[in-house]
């Protein structure tokens, strides 16, 4: 559970963070409001209820205390424009509307820091005075032009300490040594220097946790994607054993437990909704997300949707109607399996005995030397593997275990099953030693039945069908490409490309520095949206998620030379595009022959015409297309595969010969999008739609209609074939109509 | 049921957006596979009789027919929903169901379709009774023409497996010239082409007599086509279809055939097909197979009981609008993200824009490192293999065959940036060199090729929970401890996952094949990944006796300097078990009943008015469960014995401990 938080922003509104300085193109306040929103917003996407946050602004037109001091004198030019409250996104929209640069300069920071305060001790001391535990945040963002007045400043800064307040002051345009940042024309704005003398010995006095800067460096900072932090929760605790301590002597038993050490961090899934229908067609107020948008894709607007409910209903085939189905009730079904195409049924009480009986535990079957053991294997995430809690005994053991495995170069295979009844898994344990840390790491191993055992030709020789073996082919490296491939291997080695703080040499891109880019994008972007509803263009992803997508330009450079004699000796081409069209194909050619390489057509005497054979029909129809290119004739073997399409239909018991039909459309729509003939194909399955769902087909054939449109066996558009003049949106249309 | 396999083919369509790669759609490549067995004089010849036990006792039918019943069983646990079926041929009989005797001499014994338990039992029967298996297994005097079966094949997949994009014929025979006329084998290319043609393999398992070598260029060469349908870009590997069976071999017939029956077992084919980037500019193609991938049992579904023949449901789901309960149809779905209370959503243009704005699909590689620099903590996922493609860039297979080779040789791995398929999250992967290996007789055992193993980002690393104070133990115990590692290597020192059949996955479908055939249920499940305990007795038991020593000396030694006092921990259980089964020969004991007593010891121990006596706390202690005693308990226990009683529960068990010591207790 996190820690409860209340967190104050402090706004300064003052006219001059209304100006564009330093040529940046959006006006301070904007500027600073990208750091504001981004953090308001990463609290909102938490959705804790315990994260509260307050906004005041200071130099602002109007003068609105929130009720939280009684008198206003000193306090002029001060707005609270949110109490604290856990914000949600219409309080995000309504505070957009309420940030704007003011009329004013007057306005006291340091008093807007004292009603902050008051707004803190509000909410985090109960109505006895005690305090409550709650992380207490204040973060204020000025250009510190406006007049501060400095009595009792100290005495600010001691409260701060006694309240354990943490306050992060952020200038705009402040100087900043440990970020390299000194404002140069400073002199022309003399107070802003006084100030920041001031405030920065003010924060200074606040205590350890209270922070100064620059702007400009926590804006950099955002990129920097935040790491979600989990509560480590044990999946197994029990005890690692060697032998069996019910029937042997000597066994060892230790007691561990088990918390995960990887586990994939998922981005946030988009949830279904549907446009809310008593709302009326009419796009929704202020929120309307995409302006550009219309029509059937008119994104829907917040507020504007419905959850969306899933509802199953179950069929079985009608025994006193076979080919039909029947819609059964849930409460006549019971749990079973299926074995191939048996139903077995397993009542409640029998439920357990398909489950092997197991009982909770964590046993070694043996060793195998790292060296040997294939890196591949692995197939889950892991865990770690540490001693029970307080247990010195136990700790003592495992380190000797630990240890023990890490001298001998050894890994251990062992048999976990986590709870009493879970089918047993088998992991590898790893020893893991580090300055800081001395565990077992586990993964899951793979069982006989999940290794899949293809065969693939080797890679570094050549067989032939007779079983020859052959060294020199053009699927084998020559020395001069494996030496060229060796070269570059090596130049372009990351293992020390990087550079720590200090300068030294390090690993490039080690797991600490690369962050999901999918994950923090989609975070990224909500987070955008929900204070950019009205913007078109969505932004690039930061520069951080996509640095390592590539190669480092500077190691390219490097290895310039290696690359291009590794280009040169690989010699790579690309595959041209298929000919197609009935004219281009060269006949024959392509072809697919046997192993011998046999001609079956010279066998068959090339003959020109190929009469369709209903009961071999695909393949005489794809015979007749390869031997010829005569238009008319691809037309008669079309018409003859229509026919027999047709007839498949109509002469199906029930559903019994649709699957055939199905088969043969496919086999024609793909053939003649091959030959470029789509409007062959599209004229026919106009025809035979209209034949299918009209009745024409001897009965009610719309199931037959189904199939085709879910297998998208439609109008071939021009998309998939150029010679078509099919739209794309007319060959989704076709599936609609009915 | 059967209707809804049938429609397995549906179009490209552009997928939604999809977390992972999606390995279902992997699975459903849907497979059909027709045994067509060859029943002649020759076929059915047995082996010499022999003393030895490990003989071969089949003949190459039988052998046939036992493997096919193998792989029926086995593709019902991998692939529950493709299809099987069994054609004799040569047969003195003919049948093709229902009477049905269109093709001469050829004998449908299972008809094409989702295996059924029947399907299982039938097949086990016909080699269980002799009697009906010489009736059955009669050659018949004119034997079927080869052209005749090819048809047959094609007529069964067409019928019965029509939208099946995989189809495959196994053609077990060991007749490599199976016609008289030169007219004949031309009728049979032909027919071997037009099952090509219609989308069907023939996978060739040839028998070689010990006075005769099958040679397939006689004649199979011009029926068989070098790649499939479904993977049409990868070369087969030859090595699988040319080994001849050899019958009198120290192998026995059946182990080899099953053997090249199952590295078929299922159709291979790519999860994808991508660019790999080497360099700028310098692109070569690659596939992606998945080689591991953890088989589950199938999930429970609804069977209805209310008609005479048990049925299972088939579920359908419809959506409904939760404000109106209006039927929504799917196109009217939109998606969006929940957030302050509210929904943020975005138009389809743009979520496309946000999943794609990482680039195209692609294995680009970053940099090199050493393979020191993949711990095993890293790991989150399975690997894919990864293997060339010359389909779209010629000179794939040279270029990764010389990256293979020099990272196997330099032991290092390719740092990637890896977009499995357009709308896929974008990972970062180390490509590591596998060794291509083979097994004693020279059939492959792990394909050459990479392996592309997924890496954490920083989001995926955990913390590891802090344990508090950090007890070390001195070299003279890990010394010890480590003779008990290497007292207990496995077999040539590898994990060999063949060894370890999945004992959840096998008990569940041995239980499931009991109950649909009605038969008695096993009461012990074969589960080879229990520990060899007495092995494990015999070996390490006198090591673990020493360490036992040196541990208490040094656990007594490390707690004194702690100012700390520590709860207990159990490093060896109490000899009170000691019917141990020394002399016992078999390795399988029975520990869980017993297991779960002890467990309850405990527990009643404290229940009891007296408490516990001396003996017992000491026992309790040496099996480490002291800590599982109440503090109210631990107290009493302590009162009664004139001990103090104030301090947190660690500091009173360390009180217990102490006084047992006193006690002699040990």
């Given at each position: 559970m996190a820690q409860k938080e209340a967190t104050v922003y402090i706004l300064?509104?003052?006219?001059?963070?209304?100006e564009k300085d330093?040529?940046?193109?959006?006006?301070n306040l904007d500027w600073a409001m990208d750091y504001v929103w981004d953090k308001i917003t990463t609290t909102v996407s938490t959705?804790?209820?315990?994260?509260l946050m307050g906004v005041i602004g200071f130099r602002t037109d109007e003068t609105d205390l929130g009720g939280l001091v009684d008198e206003e004198d000193g306090y002029?030019?001060?707005?609270?424009?949110?109490?604290l409250k856990q914000f949600l996104l219409p309080d995000i929209r309504e505070l957009q509307q309420q940030i704007r640069p003011s009329g004013?300069?007057?306005?006291?920071v340091l008093s807007a820091l004292a009603i902050a305060v008051q707004m803190i001790k509000t909410q985090t001391y109960?109505?006895?005075?005690m305090k409550l535990k709650y992380d207490r945040k204040i973060i204020i963002v000025t250009n510190g032009t406006g007049h501060m007045d400095t009595d009792g400043i100290d005495d600010m800064a001691a409260a701060f300490k006694e309240d354990e307040i943490e306050l992060t002051l952020l200038g705009v345009d402040f100087d900043d040594p440990d970020y390299g940042y000194k404002e140069e024309d400073k002199d022309l704005k003399k107070t802003q220097t006084e100030n920041e003398e001031i405030l920065k010995q003010f924060v200074e006095d606040c205590g350890d946790k209270a922070m100064y800067g620059t702007l400009a460096a926590a804006i950099d900072q955002l990129d920097i994607p935040r790491i979600k932090k989990t509560t480590p929760v044990a999946s197994y605790k029990g005890s690692l054993t060697l032998g069996d301590n019910e029937n042997f002597d000597m066994t060892l038993t230790i007691d561990i437990e088990r918390y995960p050490c990887t586990a994939i961090a998922k981005p946030p899934t988009a949830s279904s909704f549907v446009v809310r229908?008593?709302?009326?067609a009419g796009p929704g107020p202020s929120?309307?997300?995409?302006?550009t948008i219309t029509g059937e894709d008119h994104a829907p607007t917040d507020g504007n949707l419905s959850a969306v409910r899933n509802q199953r209903v179950y069929q079985v085939e009608n025994p006193a109607d076979p080919g039909t189905k029947m819609n059964v009730e849930l409460e006549d079904l019971e749990r079973g399996f299926e074995y191939g195409r048996t139903a077995v049924h397993i009542s409640e009480s029998d439920a357990n005995i398909v489950k092997i009986e197991t009982s909770a535990s964590l046993e070694l079957i043996g060793f195998v030397p790292e060296e040997k053991f294939?890196?591949?294997l692995p197939m889950s995430k892991t865990n770690f593997i540490v001693p029970q809690k307080a247990n010195g005994q136990a700790q003592l053991a495992l380190s000797s275990f630990i240890h023990a495995l890490y001298e001998a170069g050894c890994f251990a295979i062992a048999r976990l099953v986590t709870k009493d009844l879970k089918p047993p898994i088998l992991v590898l344990l790893v020893p893991r030693i580090e300055p800081d840390l001395e565990a077992l790491i586990d993964v899951e191993l793979p069982f006989e039945e999940d290794m899949r055992r293809y065969k693939f030709p080797p890679l570094d020789k050549k067989l032939t069908i007779s079983g020859k073996e052959i060294?020199?082919?053009?699927d084998i490296p020559n020395e001069e490409l494996m030496q060229a491939m060796s070269d570059y291997v090596d130049a372009m080695?990351?293992?020390?490309f990087g550079r720590d703080e200090g300068g030294e040499k390090t690993e490039y891109m080690p797991f600490s520095e690369v962050y999901s880019p999918l994950l923090h994008r989609i975070n990224h972007i909500i987070r955008w949206r929900a204070t950019?509803?009205?913007?078109?263009e969505l932004p690039p992803p930061p520069q951080i998620l996509t640095?390592?997508?590539?190669?480092p330009g500077e190691l390219l450079s490097q290895a310039e030379t290696q690359f291009q004699a590794l280009k040169k000796a690989g010699d790579v081409k690309k595959v041209p595009p298929k000919e197609k069209g009935r004219f281009k194909r060269s006949r024959g050619a392509d072809r697919e022959k046997p192993l011998s390489g046999l001609d079956v057509d010279a066998l068959l005497g090339n003959p020109k015409r190929i009469k369709i054979d209903a009961g071999n029909l695909v393949p005489t129809f794809k015979q007749a297309l390869a031997a010829t290119d005569d238009l008319e004739a691809i037309q008669s073997a079309a018409d003859e595969m229509a026919s027999n399409i047709k007839s498949l239909i109509s002469s199906s018991?029930?559903?019994?010969?649709y699957g055939r039909a199905l088969e043969a459309i496919r086999v024609m729509r793909e053939e003649l999008t091959e030959l470029e003939e789509p409007e062959i194909f599209n004229k026919f399955i106009r025809e035979l739609k209209a034949d299918v769902i009209g009745g024409k087909?001897?009965?009610?054939?719309?199931e037959m209609w189904w199939r085709i449109r879910g297998s998208k066996y439609g109008l071939i558009d021009r998309k998939r074939?150029?010679?078509?003049?099919?739209t794309e949106d007319e060959a989704a249309e076709f599936y609609k109509a009915t | 049921m059967a209707d809804s396999t049938f429609?397995?083919?549906?179009?490209e369509e552009e997928e939604d957006?999809?977390?992972?790669?999606d390995d279902s759609s992997y699975k459903t490549i849907k497979d059909a596979v027709l045994f067509a067995i060859d029943v002649s004089a020759t076929m059915l010849e047995r082996p010499p009789k022999s003393e030895?036990?490990?003989a071969d006792r089949d003949s190459p039918t039988s052998a046939a027919l036992k493997c096919a019943y193998q792989l029926m069983q086995q593709r019902i646990i991998s692939n529950p929903k493709d299809m099987m079926g069994i054609l004799l041929f040569g047969t003195e009989k003919t049948d093709l169901?229902?009477?049905?005797?269109?093709?001469?001499?050829?004998?449908?014994?299972?008809?094409?379709?989702?295996?059924s338990a029947q399907d299982v039992k039938r097949l086990r029967d016909l080699f269980e009774n002799e009697d009906e298996a010489a009736q059955l297994l009669k050659p018949a005097d004119e034997p079927a023409t080869i052209a005749t079966v090819l048809f047959c094949a094609n007529q069964i997949f067409t019928t019965?497996?029509?939208?099946?994009s995989s189809r495959r014929l196994f053609l077990v025979t060991d007749?490599?010239?199976?016609?008289?006329?030169k007219q004949d084998k031309d009728t049979a290319v032909t027919r071997a082409r037009d099952l090509y043609d219609l989308g069907c393999t023939i996978d060739l398992f040839p028998i070689s007599r010990s006075d005769h070598t099958f040679d397939r260029?006689?004649?199979y060469d011009d029926l068989?086509?070098?790649?499939?349908?479904?993977?049409?870009d990868t070369p087969i590997a030859y090595a699988s279809t040319t080994k001849n069976v050899k019958?009198?071999?120290?192998?026995?017939l059946l182990k080899q055939l099953l053997s090249s029956i199952n590295s078929k077992a299922a159709p291979r084919r790519a999860l994808f097909s991508l660019p790999f980037e080497?360099?700028?500019?310098?692109r070569i193609g690659v596939k992606g197979f998945i080689l591991i991938k953890r088989q589950e049992h199938v999930k429970s579904c609804y069977v209805w009981v209310g008609g005479e023949k048990i049925q299972i449901a088939t579920g359908a789901t419809t959506h409904m609008a939760d404000d109106t309960a209006r039927v929504v149809e799917k196109f009217e779905l939109r998606k969006a993200y929940k957030f302050g209370g509210d929904t943020i959503t975005f138009s389809t243009e743009e979520f496309q824009q946000i999943r794609q704005c990482?680039?195209?699909p692609i294995i680009r590689i970053v940099g090199f490192k050493p393979l020191?620099?993949?711990?095993?903590?890293?790991?989150v996922n399975k690997a894919t293999f990864i293997y060339p493609s010359?389909?779209?860039?010629?000179g794939s297979t040279r270029v990764f065959s010389a990256l293979q080779q020099k990272l196997l040789k330099s032991k290092k791995m390719a740092i990637v940036w890896f977009?499995?398929?357009?709308?896929a999250a974008p990972s970062i992967a180390a490509l590591i060199p596998g060794e291509e290996r083979y097994d004693e007789n020279g059939d492959q055992t792990m394909p050459p090729g990479l392996w592309l193993v997924p890496l954490p980002f920083a989001d995926d690393i955990r913390q590891c929970p802090d344990q508090g104070e950090n007890l070390k133990a001195s070299e003279g115990l890990v010394d010890i401890m480590r003779k008990v590692v290497e007292q207990l290597q496995l077999p040539k020192g590898v994990y060999d996952p063949?060894?370890?059949?999945?004992p959840d996955l096998q008990w569940f479908y041995r239980i499931l094949q009991a109950m649909a055939l009605e038969e008695e249920v096993p009461d012990k499940p074969d589960d080879k990944?229990?520990?060899k305990y007495k092995q494990i007795d015999k070996r390490t038991g006198h090591i673990l006796e020493e360490f036992s020593g040196a541990f208490d000396e040094e656990w007594r030694q490390q707690s004194k300097t702690k100012s700390k006092p520590i709860s207990t921990g159990r490093k060896r259980t109490a000899?009170?078990?000691?019917?141990?089964?020394?002399?016992?020969?078999?390795?399988?004991?029975?520990?869980k009943k017993r297991a779960k007593k002890v467990k309850a010891e405990p527990a009643s121990q404290a229940n009891g008015d007296d408490g516990m006596t001396d003996q017992e706390m000491a026992d309790l202690n040496d099996q480490g469960?002291?800590?599982?005693?109440k503090v109210d308990e631990i107290k009493k226990w302590l009162k009664a014995r004139g001990e103090a009683v104030t301090g947190k529960k660690p500091e009173l068990i360390f009180k217990i401990q102490a006084y047992l010591d006193d006690k002699g207790f040990k």
């Open positions: 300064d509104l003052g006219r001059s963070m209304g330093y040529g940046r193109s959006k006006t959705g804790r209820k315990t994260a002029s030019n001060i707005r609270c424009f949110s109490p004013t300069n007057n306005g006291d109960n109505a006895k005075g229908t008593d709302l009326g929120t309307q997300s995409s302006a294939d890196r591949y060294k020199q082919h053009r080695d990351i293992s020390e950019h509803p009205f913007d078109t640095k390592y997508s590539a190669p018991i029930g559903e019994s010969g087909l001897k009965g009610d054939r719309r074939c150029f010679a078509s003049d099919v | 429609d397995n083919r549906p179009g957006e999809e977390e992972e790669i030895d036990k490990k169901g229902d009477g049905d005797t269109t093709f001469q001499n050829c004998y449908l014994l299972s008809d094409l379709d989702v295996p019965k497996a029509p939208n099946f007749n490599d010239y199976p016609v008289k006329v260029s006689k004649f068989v086509y070098p790649s499939s349908p479904s993977d049409p019958s009198g071999d120290g192998i026995t080497l360099g700028p500019d310098l990482f680039g195209d020191s620099m993949l711990p095993i903590w890293a790991n010359e389909s779209d860039f010629i977009i499995p398929r357009r709308n063949s060894k370890y059949p999945n990944t229990v520990p000899p009170a078990a000691s019917a141990a089964a020394d002399d016992d020969d078999e390795d399988d004991v029975k520990p469960k002291i800590s599982s005693l």
